[in-house]
Every structure is written in structure tokens, then in C-alpha cells.
């Protein structure tokens, strides 16, 4: 015959569980992101692109660049910035253009 469990019983181990559960999650989540490594975004381009908001000084947003200065790691869709561009003040994906009105971003020179 199994014990009766009380509702004390029941709360601790049912923390228990959860708790458990919180943690693995947290690590599944830290391994991940340790085997993408510190430059993987969700959109690759490459530096030498032109025309590309990705690439444009105007362009606001998430990116970076690698160490070599070859790629740009994109997070976001931004913001264009250029009064110039037909797209001023509205929210572009990194691959829109090609654009007359862009221009290099420092971060690639």
C-alpha cells in the first residue's frame, strides 16, 4: 500500500519538478547559444554588397561585423534614416534595394 501524500508533499516535490525543468531549459538555451558562436545572426551578407540596406550607413538596425570586416550579422529589420531614400522612415529588411540614395557604412571601411 503506497503512503497518502499530503498537500505539503505534493508542493515540494511538484517545486521540485519545475525547478528541474527551469534549469535544463537554461542550459538546453546556454548550449545553443555556445555552439552558435558570438557572430551568427539571423541574415548573413557580405560586406562588399552595395546598395543593400544591410550595408548602408542610414540603416538602423541590429548588426554587426565580423573582425575581418567581410560580413555583416543582421538581428532586425531597421530603419531607414536617409532623407533621401524612398524608403525614409520606414522599417526594411537588411536585403531591401538596391538604393541610389545608399551609402557605405563606416563599420566596412
Known amino acids: 500500500m ?4 499530503d498537500r505539503r508533499t505534493f508542493l515540494a516535490r511538484a517545486s521540485q519538478v519545475v525547478a528541474g525543468s527551469v ?9 545553443a547559444a555556445a555552439q552558435r558562436g558570438p557572430m551568427i545572426g539571423a541574415y548573413e551578407i557580405s560586406g562588399d554588397t552595395k546598395g543593400k540596406c544591410a550595408t548602408c550607413a542610414f540603416w538602423g538596425g541590429k548588426r554587426r561585423v565580423s573582425a575581418d ?5 543582421v538581428h532586425s529589420l531597421g530603419w531607414c534614416n536617409n532623407p533621401a531614400s524612398p524608403n525614409f522612415q520606414k522599417t526594411t529588411t537588411p536585403e531591401t534595394g538596391p538604393m541610389d540614395a545608399w551609402r557605405k557604412w563606416e563599420a566596412l571601411s
Open 2 to 5: 503506497e503512503p497518502a501524500t
Open 69 to 73: 570586416r567581410k560580413t555583416v550579422f
Open 23 to 31: 534549469a535544463g531549459g537554461v542550459l538546453l538555451v546556454a548550449d
